[in-house]
């Protein structure tokens, strides 16, 4: 389910199919080149798109599971990694190398900026979008897919429910003994397994009644290819052409073992990184360009 905000997101009504092959590139892109430059662009841009997305909540996620991720990432890995010809000291014994303690920067980096970008795709693609790319080439997988995206908020909703119902009737599961709340948590449990079961048999037989599963079967679909799509996937297909032509001609060549060494910051280099970065943010250019339109709507009423 997309995330609500005070502005719409203008990327968000693209058509799926482009919208996909821009975070399959981002991603892509975000794993196979660990060039520091390259993933602190791509780091940047899904940051910024994702304070836009979901505002301050954007702080939660960054507090409480990218930033520690990336932390751990970065300490863990000099400790058990010890390739490298710089050694900076040793830890009972075990050489602590400059190159190790770079790539696990870098490693740490890139695994914030797969979180990150994954965050934006969970606010951007909802269910019926997954339906759309997915109906025709695997409609029961599609369905399937679907409806575990839908049965996850229903869960949640309907496990507060429940506790709420239970601490009403003096079940209350506060209570600092354990074995008080792990046996209220198995009660909850149980009535969530229950009408799970019972919603599961409620939708089985609804769509048996509507006819599901008959053929000539048809899907419908409520996104159409027009040209401001045309005109987004020209540019990230241009973008995808000219990263990968400098991806291929070592355009974004890094080394980090046995000694870290990166490419020359040459004029290619730069035009090739300024490329990169502008695919990056068409989904932040989008959004902003959005909100102005707003705003110059909103002064002239």
């Known amino acids: 389910m997309a995330y609500e905000t005070e502005q719409r997101d203008s990327f968000s009504t693209v058509n799926p199919i482009i919208a996909f092959v821009f975070f399959a590139f981002a991603l892509i892109m975000s794993m196979l080149l660990m060039h520091p430059v390259l993933t602190g662009i791509s780091f940047f841009a899904a940051l910024v798109w994702l304070f836009l997305l979901r505002g301050r909540k ?3 996620l960054l507090l409480k599971f990218v930033l520690p991720v990336m932390i751990l990432t970065a300490i863990l890995n000099p400790l058990f990694n010890h390739g490298g010809v710089t050694i900076l000291f ?3 014994y075990n050489p602590i190398t400059l190159e190790s303690i770079i790539y696990g920067a870098a490693s740490a980096l890139m695994l914030g900026t797969v979180i990150t970008w994954f965050a934006c ?8 979008k997954i339906v759309y790319l997915t109906g025709r080439l695997a409609p029961s997988l599609s369905l399937i897919i679907s409806m575990a995206l839908r049965f996850v908020p229903l869960f949640t909703k309907q496990a507060g429910r429940i506790a709420l119902a239970r601490r009403g009737a ?5 209570s600092r003994n354990i074995f008080k709340k792990a046996r209220s948590g198995l009660s909850t449990l149980s009535a969530l397994i229950t009408w ?4 599961s048999v409620t939708t089985a037989d ?3 009644a509507r006819g599901y599963g008959l053929h000539p079967r048809r899907s419908f679909a409520n996104y159409r290819f027009d040209s401001r799509d ?7 297909a241009a973008g995808i052409l000219l990263t990968g032509l400098a991806a291929a001609f070592r355009v974004f060549s ?7 060494q990166l490419n020359d910051f040459s004029p290619l280099f730069i035009a090739a990184c300024a490329v990169y970065a502008l695919v990056l943010l068409i989904p932040t250019i989008m959004y902003l360009e959005e909100a102005v339109k707003w705003r110059l709507l909103r002064s002239k009423i």
């Open 170 to 174: 003096g079940s209350d599961a506060s």
């Open 230 to 236: 045309a005109a987004v996937g020209g540019a990230i």
């Open 121 to 128: 795709f969970n606010a951007v693609f909802t269910a019926d």
């Open 196 to 199: 799970a079961l019972e919603s």
């Open 58 to 60: 954007a702080f939660g």
């Open 254 to 260: 890094v080394r980090f073992f046995p000694s870290f």
């Open 206 to 208: 609804s769509m048996r």
């Open 90 to 92: 040793y830890l009972r």
